[in-house]
């Protein structure tokens, strides 16, 4: 049975592994415990054990064969039958700050973990912005000119 830290290290590391960024990033954000507290509070017990045993596995295998590592976490923890999609609410949880009843992501099953994890959701660094109404740019930044699209050939 999962005891409340047992697994926190490989919560860290497998959310690194999943989100692209590094875990001093996500440490950085102040939400890892929170985070890891509302796996634990939605997830059975039995399910997080399973859940991390396998993470631990992936994350042994990342350290001598990524691109295996990469097939296994596709096939085995991103399906909607594999731990009911655990793999795809730990990437909503960080990228958007809201926990998913419904792992297919139907805003509508969503629920805000709190007001930090809006402030502090990945979506706003990757998108290189801030949140609105949270971690304003600073005085004089509107008079910087943004990135045009066009400068990363994308096309919308």
Do not use: C
């Not at 990342?62 to 009911?84: C, I």
């Not at 509508?108 to 959701?121: P, R």
């Amino acid at each position: 049975m999962t005891n409340s830290t047992e697994h926190f290290d490989t919560f860290l590391a497998i959310s690194a592994w999943l989100t692209g960024y590094e875990p001093v990033e996500l440490q950085g954000t102040g939400m890892v415990q929170t985070y890891y507290s509302t796996l634990r509070e939605n997830i059975t017990a039995i399910d997080l054990d399973a859940f991390f045993a396998e993470s631990d596995f992936i994350l042994a295998k990342a350290q001598t064969d990524v691109d295996a590592a990469k097939v296994r976490t596709a096939s085995h923890l991103m399906q909607n039958s594999s731990f009911n999609s655990l793999g795809k609410q730990i990437i909503l949880m960080w990228y958007i700050g809201q926990w998913f009843a419904d792992p297919s992501g139907d805003p509508n099953n969503s629920v805000q973990i709190n007001a930090q994890s809006y402030v502090e959701a990945l979506m706003w660094p990757t998108a290189d912005t801030h949140p609105p109404g949270a971690k304003e740019p600073g005085f004089g930044s509107w008079a910087v000119k943004p990135v045009s699209v066009d400068t990363f050939n994308v096309t919308l």
